[in-house]
C-alpha cells in the first residue's frame, strides 16, 4: 500500500507554477456559490445507493407505479416514497397519479442522459495516463486556444508558490 505522501506525490504537481490565461478564464466561467450548492445537492440525492437503484429501473422501464418500482428493486414501499419525494423535489423524477396509483418517470432527457453517461463511465477501461502520452479532455470555450501545450515552458508562465484566493 502507498504512503499519503506517495498518493500526494503522484496526484500534485511537481513544478508549482500558475498559467494567467487559464486561471482567468475558469474563475470568468465558474458556478456561483448557490449554483454549485444546487449541484451538490443533486448529486448527494443520485449518491445514495438505493436511490441509483431506482434512478436505474425508472431509466429501463421508462415509467413505473410505486407499487412495481418496490416489487422490481426489492424495497419497501415506504422507502421507495420517500427517495422519489426527495427526487421529484430535485426535479429528478416527475409523477402522474391515475386514479389510486402513481406513476413516476425521469423528469427529463438531462437526467437520462446522466444516468446512461455514469453507467458508460463505471464500465469502460480507463486508459493509464503518463507524460508520454497524456490524456486529455479537449477544453470548452476560447481559452483553449492560448493554453500552452502540456510540461512546455512558455514566458506566460508565471512561478507561484499557490495561486491567491483573490487573484
Not at 31 to 45: G, H, I, M
Not at 61 to 71: F, H, N, R, S
Request: some cysteine.
Amino acid at each position: 500500500m502507498r504512503s499519503d505522501e506517495t498518493v500526494i506525490g503522484i496526484d500534485a504537481c511537481t513544478d508549482h507554477c500558475v498559467h494567467p490565461e487559464t486561471v482567468r478564464h475558469v474563475r470568468a466561467r465558474a458556478l456561483p456559490e448557490d449554483d454549485l450548492t444546487r449541484v451538490s445537492a443533486v448529486f448527494k440525492l443520485l449518491g445514495d445507493p438505493t436511490r441509483a437503484k431506482l434512478l436505474y429501473a425508472l431509466l429501463e422501464a421508462g415509467e413505473l407505479c410505486v407499487c412495481d418500482l418496490a416489487a422490481s428493486t426489492g424495497t419497501t414501499e415506504t422507502t421507495v416514497s420517500q427517495s422519489l419525494r426527495l427526487l421529484r423535489a430535485s426535479q429528478v423524477v416527475t409523477a402522474r397519479r391515475d386514479g389510486r396509483l402513481m406513476y413516476y418517470r425521469l423528469a427529463d432527457a438531462h437526467v437520462r442522459m446522466l444516468l446512461d453517461l455514469t453507467r458508460e463511465h463505471m464500465t469502460h477501461e480507463p486508459t493509464p495516463m503518463s507524460a508520454d502520452h497524456p490524456t486529455e479532455l479537449a477544453p470548452v470555450g476560447p481559452a483553449h486556444a492560448q493554453r500552452p501545450a502540456p510540461h512546455s515552458r512558455t514566458p506566460s508562465r508565471t512561478r507561484s508558490a499557490r495561486p491567491e484566493a483573490g487573484a
